[in-house]
C-alpha cells in the first residue's frame, strides 16, 4: 500500500498541547482572565478587590483581594486542572453557590501567560510566592504579605501567537474588561472595588453595601438619585434592584446589568423582559438603565452551560421573565401620579415600540439625552439651524463614477421627516437626517482632508459631563479623531470629561446628551468600521437635522442640491437609504389607471 493511501495515525496528544487547547476554551480574551480571577477574589470572601491591567491587559492583569487566601500546601495544587475546593460531586453541580466551580480557571492562565501569585490564608505567619512559566512553577518562595491573594498575569498568549493576532486593539480590549469591571461593582457593592488602567484610575466604589451609591459611582449621582427601587417577588424568584425612569435612558442595552444568584448573565429573554416593562414609554431606539438582582433556587438555574459562565439555562425561563417583567413594571407604576393608568402588560417577548410622533407644535424628545431635564445652553453655543441658505454653486460635470441623482422638485415635508419631491418619472422620498447626515459627512471629510475646520464653536464656559467608565475609556481612545473633527474633551477626574468645543451644527439644545450619544454610538455602532470613519459618521449624525425638524421649502431645496452634489448620494454614512423613488407606473395601478 503506498504512503498516500495509508490511513491518518490516532495519537493522545502530549499534555503541553492539550492544555493549550484547554485554555483557548477558558481564556478567549483579556477580560476572560480577568472574570475568573474576580470570580475567585469574590468566592475567597474579600470586601476589597483592586484590578489594575496594562495594554488592554494584554500585557498586565493584576488582581489583589483581602480574601482568605490559599494554604501553603495547596497553591501548587491550585494550578492542576480540576482542582477545585467548591464541588466535590456530580451531585454538587445542581446546586453550585460559587461564581467559580470547574478548577479550569488558574491552569488554563497559566498555560496561555506567565503568572505569579503571592498568597497568605489565615493564621499563616508568612505568605507563599510561587511563579509559573508554561504552566510549571519554577520558583517558590516565602514572603511577607497581607492576607489574600495576589496574581499578576504577563504577556498573555505570547507563546500562541495564532489567538493573539485575533485579539482587539488595547483601547477595545480595555473597554470590554471595564464593562465587566462595571457589572461586577454592581453586582456586589458591598465589595469595594478599584480599577485602574494604564495607571489611571477609572472605577472606584465604596463597599458600603448601597447599590444606589455603587450605581453613583459609575453612572454619576444625577442618574443614581433618580433611580427607581425595584423590590418583587414572584413564585420562587425574588427580584430586587434599581430601574431608570423613563426619562432616563441610552442609545444601546449596554447600561442594563442582570445578575442571577450574584452572577452577571447575558440573557436576551430577560433583557428583552426589561425593554418590554417600559412598553412605549421610551424614545424609539432607546433603553433603560436597570440593575437588577434575581434570586432563585439553586436547582432551578443551571450555570455549567457556557465555559466563560457568562450564560445559564433555567428550570422556567418564562416565569423568571414574567417575574423580571413585572417587578420593573411594578416600580415604574408605583412612581407615576396616582390618576395615570398604565396599558395592560404584555406577555409576548418584543422591542417595544417607538412612541407616537408629538404634534407639530410640541418639540420632539431628544433621544440622546440621559438627564430628565435638558442641560441649559444660553449664553454657552450660538448655533441656529445647521442649513442656511447660500447662492447656489456652479454644477461642475460629474466625474464617472459618481452616482447622479435626478433633478427633483419639492413638493412638500411628510411627518416633519420626509422631503416629498417631485422627479422624472415619479415621485420621491427624502429622508432628512439621512440625507443630511451624508452631506455634513463629505463636508467634514473634506475639511479634515484639507486640513481645515471652519465654524467649530469653543464654548464660552466648558460644560462637565460625567459618564461610566466605558464611555471614558472611549473617549479617551477616540481623542485625537474627536478633536481632528472639532469635538474636544478633557479628562476632569474619575468619571468625568469637560467639554470645550463643539464642530459646526453640533446639537445646541442637548450637547452633552449628543457627546453621550456619540460615545455610545463609537463604542457599539458596527454598521461602519471602528476607527476614524465611525467616528466621523457618528459626528456627522449628531450635527444633521433630526427627524421630527420643520424644514422651510428653502432649506429643503438647499439640502437637496447639497444631496445631488455628493459623490454617493443614495446612503447615508451607516449605510441606510436616504431616498425611495414611488414609479409613475406603480402609482397609476394603484389607482387602476393600468
Known amino acids: 500500500m503506498s504512503a498516500a493511501a495509508r490511513a491518518p495515525v490516532i495519537r493522545v496528544l502530549p499534555p503541553e498541547v492539550t492544555s493549550r487547547i484547554a485554555a483557548g476554551e477558558v481564556v478567549e480574551r ?33 488582581v489583589v483581594d483581602d480574601g482568605h487566601g490559599i494554604p501553603p500546601g495547596d497553591v501548587e495544587l491550585a494550578f492542576e486542572r480540576h482542582a477545585t475546593s467548591k464541588i466535590a460531586t456530580a451531585e454538587d453541580l445542581r446546586r453550585v453557590h460559587t461564581l467559580g466551580f470547574r478548577g479550569e480557571a488558574l491552569p488554563s492562565i497559566a498555560a496561555a501567560a506567565d503568572i505569579e501569585i503571592l498568597t497568605r490564608a489565615a493564621g499563616e505567619p508568612v ?90 459611582a459609575i453612572y454619576g449621582a444625577d442618574a443614581a438619585r433618580a433611580m427607581l427601587d425595584v423590590v418583587h417577588g414572584e413564585g420562587d424568584v425574588e427580584v430586587t434592584g434599581l430601574a431608570g425612569p423613563p426619562t432616563l435612558h441610552r442609545g444601546n442595552r449596554g447600561a442594563i446589568s442582570i ?56 428550570r422556567d425561563e418564562r416565569l423568571v421573565a414574567r417575574a423580571v417583567r413585572h417587578a420593573v413594571r411594578a416600580a415604574l407604576e408605583a412612581a407615576l401620579p396616582a390618576a395615570w393608568a398604565p396599558p395592560p402588560p404584555s406577555d409576548a417577548f418584543q422591542e417595544t415600540p417607538p412612541p407616537a410622533a408629538p404634534p407639530a407644535s410640541v418639540p420632539p424628545a431628544s433621544p440622546h439625552a440621559l438627564a430628565a431635564a435638558p442641560v441649559p445652553t444660553q449664553g454657552v453655543l450660538a448655533l441656529t439651524r445647521p442649513l442656511r441658505p447660500h447662492p447656489s454653486p456652479v454644477a461642475a460635470p460629474p466625474a464617472p463614477h459618481r452616482d447622479v441623482l435626478p433633478l427633483l422638485r419639492v413638493v412638500g415635508q411628510l411627518n416633519a421627516t420626509y422631503i416629498v419631491a417631485e422627479g422624472p418619472g415619479g415621485m ?29 464653536q469653543p464654548l464660552l464656559e466648558p ?57 455610545e454610538a463609537i463604542e457599539r455602532d458596527d454598521r461602519v468600521p471602528a476607527g476614524f470613519g465611525r467616528t466621523l459618521a457618528t459626528i456627522a449624525c449628531h450635527s444633521s437635522v433630526r427627524a421630527g425638524m420643520a424644514l422651510s421649502r428653502e432649506e429643503m431645496a438647499r439640502l437637496l442640491e447639497d444631496l445631488a452634489a455628493s459623490a454617493t448620494p443614495r446612503t ?21 389607471r393600468r
Open 30 to 62: 483579556p477580560v476572560s482572565v480577568v472574570r475568573e480571577l474576580l470570580d475567585n477574589a469574590i468566592d475567597a470572601g474579600a470586601t476589597r478587590i483592586a484590578l489594575a491591567f496594562d495594554d488592554g491587559g494584554i500585557t498586565r492583569i493584576e
Open 127 to 216: 505568605g507563599v510566592f510561587l511563579a509559573l512559566v508554561e504552566g510549571r512553577p519554577v520558583r517558590r518562595t516565602s514572603r511577607p504579605a497581607p492576607q489574600g491573594t495576589t496574581i499578576t498575569v504577563r504577556d498573555l498568549f505570547a507563546r500562541i501567537p495564532a489567538r493573539r493576532q485575533f485579539l482587539g486593539t488595547p483601547a477595545a480590549e480595555a473597554r470590554t474588561i471595564t464593562t465587566l469591571a462595571i457589572h461586577y461593582a454592581l453586582a456586589y457593592p458591598g465589595i469595594a472595588f478599584h480599577v485602574v488602567s494604564g495607571g489611571r484610575r477609572i472605577l472606584s466604589t465604596s463597599g458600603d453595601d448601597d447599590m444606589r451609591h455603587a450605581f453613583a
Open 259 to 314: 445578575f442571577v444568584n450574584g452572577r452577571w448573565v447575558q440573557s436576551r429573554p430577560l433583557l428583552f423582559a426589561v425593554t418590554e416593562a417600559y412598553q412605549s414609554q421610551l424614545p424609539g431606539g432607546r433603553f433603560p438603565l436597570a440593575a437588577l438582582h434575581l434570586r432563585l433556587p439553586e436547582s432551578d438555574v443551571d450555570v455549567n452551560v457556557h465555559p466563560a459562565k457568562a450564560e445559564v439555562r433555567f
Open 428 to 456: 420621491y422620498l427624502v429622508d432628512q437626517h439621512a440625507a443630511h447626515e451624508r452631506v455634513v459627512y463629505d463636508r467634514l471629510l473634506a475639511r479634515v482632508e484639507a486640513g481645515d475646520l471652519p465654524g467649530v
Open 463 to 519: 460644560l462637565l459631563i460625567e459618564l461610566d467608565p466605558a464611555l471614558v475609556a472611549v473617549a479617551e481612545a477616540q481623542a485625537p479623531d474627536l478633536a481632528r473633527l472639532g469635538l474636544v474633551l478633557e479628562p476632569f477626574g474619575p468619571g468625568s470629561l469637560l467639554l470645550r468645543q463643539v464642530p459646526p451644527g453640533f446639537r445646541a439644545d442637548d450637547p452633552v446628551g449628543a457627546v453621550r450619544g456619540v460615545l
Open 572 to 592: 447615508c454614512p451607516h449605510g441606510r437609504p436616504t431616498l425611495i423613488h414611488l414609479g409613475t407606473e406603480a402609482i397609476e395601478r394603484q389607482f387602476g
